[in-house]
Each structure stands twice: as C-alpha cells, then as structure tokens.
C-alpha cells in the first residue's frame, strides 16, 4: 500500500476555484493509479475523478467535467485536482486514492489505499 495525504481544501465562494493536492510515499509512484473522490454529510462516497498510470488518460464524474481537472507529476509523487467554477454542491470531504490497478475506476472499493481527506467547502 502507499501513504497519502491530501491537502488544499478550505472555503471558497460558489464561482471560486480551488486546487487540491495529493502526496504519495510510494516507492515507485508510476506505478499506481490515482483517483479523487468525494463525501458530503449523509452521502455516499462518490467517484470524482481518476487519472491512468501515465497521465495518458482521465477519467470524470459528469457533474464535475468541464469544471475540475485531475493531473499527476510522477517525479514528485503527486496527483492534483484542479477545481474550477466551483458550486455549493461540491461542497464535500475529498479523498485521494491510489491502486496498481483499478478493476473499476468510478468504484471506491476498487481502490486499496487512501488518504485521510481534505475538506472542500463552497459558499453560496
């Protein structure tokens, strides 16, 4: 398993951008795709984003597409999460996660390491 911790998160006004961070322990980082997703109160936790080994391909919920943008750098062992235009909805708890191979990518329990979590707050 690798160690993550993400950081980023606070309060922003709906409009408003954010970007959230993820850092990773892994030895060989390269090695693992990551994915983002996200808690609000009462929910379940939901797919948000999730990018391949590489960085070749991503992957978006629909109600994030065209808003937030997920990006790894390999030499640093991070994965990020540009958050744009940002709605009161997407106010949540946001999860890093990782996993030498995803058999879904949209599925939480596909993934077997995660981070505590940063939490994102969007004021109307």
């Known amino acids: 398993q690798v160690q993550l911790v993400e950081s980023g998160g606070g309060l922003v006004q709906a409009g408003g951008s954010l970007r959230l961070s993820c850092a990773a322990s892994?030895?060989?980082?390269?090695?693992?795709?990551m994915g983002w997703f996200r808690q609000a109160p009462g929910k379940e936790r939901e797919f948000v984003a999730a990018i391949t080994w590489s960085g070749g391909s991503t992957f978006y919920a629909n109600s994030v597409r065209g808003r937030f943008i997920i990006s790894r750098d390999n030499a640093k062992n991070t994965v990020s999460l540009q958050m744009n235009v940002l709605k009161p909805e997407d106010t949540a708890a946001y999860y890093c996660?990782?996993?030498?191979?995803?058999?879904?990518?949209?599925?939480?329990?596909?993934?077997?390491?995660w981070g505590l979590g940063t939490h994102v707050t969007v004021s109307s």
């Open positions: 996660a990782a996993d030498l191979n995803p058999s879904d990518w949209r599925t939480p329990s596909a993934y077997t390491s």
């Open positions: 892994a030895h060989t980082f390269s090695n693992y795709a």
